[in-house]
DNA sequence: GTCTATAGTTTGATAGAC
DNA sequence: GTCTATCAAACTATAGAC
């Protein structure tokens, strides 16, 4: 509140643009390809000039930089991954299916945050802050459902992300691979799940 | 041997020429990237112009296709999916390591093959052949092991990929994912192996 | 704040001399 | 079979008018 009513009017009207140009990116990538991303064509998309583009940001990786922590946080929404030890299955059940669906319904959104493939570009720490507390809560949410040993993390990711992978890959929009996420989630708990009787 | 002692050895020195571009594209799409090949660098590095690379390939497409093929026929190398129903854990075992060691040891070779990333490029045929053969060679071996399950070939796709996505996305070079393999292929039979006892 | 104009590169590909 | 020369096009980015 520290701004005069209209720099805030401004700047406000400032971001709604950026979100604009960040939506038309969304789709052109859909469209194109995350390397088929093209300035003019984004800028014509907005009913700009390339140049104007510049305006709001400063390269084309500024670009790709918003789109990683958008696309971040949108994983991050999965907040759902609050698990209890008498709800485990159905939490992670819930979890799996919910990161699968949104992971595979954007296949750009998925090469951009789960694959090194853009040429020269690495996320900005900011952009990769959603992804590192997504990481967290989910640590943090296998400790409270009694999932401790210290793999657990990775071979959850790694189930899910072959899942998706193979998806976009190999049936693209269709459910081939996502009829296997109740049997993935099944496996993992029975490797990883908490133990009824001692060791 | 229809061919003329002369236009035999032409031709010999002509594939050998294609073999040596191609391993120099390999060796430098390992260092600017998959998408990052040019042809200018390309020629440079077997010490010709970029013109000349047309004598031996109709376009970058085309070296993208040999590169393909190669990178299956290389997969394809792993002969020992022969699976017996008595060594079964041990067979698996080796097969995906094999599959594991081999598909990580290249970045570049790895998002060829298993990802849809090369803007408008798309595997002929010929080049896709000898994939389509080791995924036959697959699934005739999980049958001769008793793994009959219609889905055991996609999970199986599914535990491998995500490891060395993983693996190449979140640890290059290590063996954080490789450690898991063993974890991964014994999950995999407890819930596609053969049963001991009837249904 | 958006534009025109353009700089400066890089790219894949072709024509034609040698 | 390799070259020089070049085309035609795309790209990111900047300068400066309005």
Redesign the pocket.
């Given at each position: 509140m520290l701004e005069t009513p209209k720099s805030d009017r401004?700047s406000r009207?400032?971001e709604a643009?950026k979100a604009e140009i960040l939506g038309a990116a969304w789709d052109l990538v859909g469209e194109v390809g995350l390397a088929?991303?093209?300035?003019?064509?984004?800028?014509a998309r907005v009913?700009?000039?390339?140049?104007?583009l510049?305006?709001?940001?400063?390269?084309?990786?500024?670009i790709y930089d918003a789109m990683f922590q958008q696309a971040a946080q949108d994983m991050l929404e999965i907040r759902s991954v609050e698990v209890a030890p008498a709800t485990l299955r159905a939490d992670l059940l819930r979890a799996a299916h919910q990161f699968f669906d949104l992971a595979t319904a954007n296949a750009a959104r998925a090469q951009l945050l789960f694959q090194r493939t853009l040429p020269g570009f690495e996320p900005s720490p900011a952009a990769y802050a959603p992804a590192t507390e997504l990481i967290n809560r989910l640590q943090q949410a296998f400790i409270n459902g009694g999932i401790t040993h210290p793999d657990a993390l990775d071979a959850w990711t790694s189930l899910l992300s072959g899942l998706v992978n193979q998806q976009l890959a190999n049936d693209p929009g269709g459910d081939r691979y996502k009829r296997l996420v109740d049997r993935f989630v099944d496996m993992f708990l029975a490797d990883f799940g908490p133990k009824k009787k001692g060791k």
């Open positions: 401004v009207r400032r643009t088929g991303l093209s300035l003019r064509d984004l800028a009913g700009m000039r390339a140049p104007s510049y305006q709001y940001f400063d390269s084309k990786h500024a």
